[in-house]
C-alpha cells in the first residue's frame, strides 16, 4: 500500500518553469516497486494522462501535448516522484495528481493505477 502527498504548485507565467513533488509512504511493499504517472483534471473535464515512469525510472512515457517540455524522474532514496515542468502555457493549469500502480511501468489511463494524492493546482498566466 502506498500513500502520496504532492506539493510545489503555484502560480507562474507564461514560459516559466515548476518543479512538482510527490512524496510516497509505502508499507510492505518498496517504492521501488511502483511504477509513478502524472496527470492533470482541468475544472468539469476529465482527468488526463502526462508522464508516467517505471519502478527503476530509466523508462518513460509522456502525453504529446507535454512531451520535450516535461520530464518525470525519481529518487527512490527519498521516495518521491519529481514532474520538471518547463515552458509552461496557459493550457497547462490545472490540478496535477500523482499516482502510483504495481505494473512495472505506468499506463496512459486513470483505471492504470491504484493510488492517487490529493492533488496540487498550477496556475499559468497569460
Known amino acids: 500500500q502506498v500513500q502520496l502527498v504532492e506539493s510545489g504548485g503555484g502560480l507562474v507565467q507564461t514560459g516559466g518553469s515548476l518543479r512538482l513533488s510527490c512524496a510516497a509512504s509505502?508499507?510492505?511493499?518498496?517504492?521501488?516497486?511502483?511504477?509513478m504517472g502524472w496527470f492533470l483534471q482541468a475544472p468539469g473535464k476529465e482527468r488526463k494522462f502526462v508522464a508516467a515512469?517505471?519502478?527503476?525510472?530509466?523508462?518513460?512515457n509522456y502525453a504529446d501535448s507535454v512531451k520535450g517540455r516535461f520530464a518525470i524522474s525519481r529518487d527512490n532514496a527519498k521516495n518521491t516522484v519529481y514532474l520538471q515542468m518547463n515552458s509552461l502555457k496557459p493550457e497547462d493549469t490545472a490540478v496535477y495528481y500523482c499516482?502510483?500502480?504495481?505494473?512495472?511501468?505506468?499506463?496512459?489511463?486513470?483505471?492504470?493505477?491504484?493510488?492517487w494524492g490529493q492533488g496540487t493546482q498550477v496556475t499559468v498566466s497569460s
Open positions: 515512469l517505471s519502478w527503476s525510472g530509466s523508462r518513460t
Open positions: 509505502t508499507s510492505g511493499r518498496s517504492f521501488s516497486n511502483y511504477a
Open positions: 499516482a502510483a500502480t504495481t505494473a512495472r511501468l505506468g499506463g496512459t489511463s486513470v483505471y492504470d493505477y491504484g493510488y
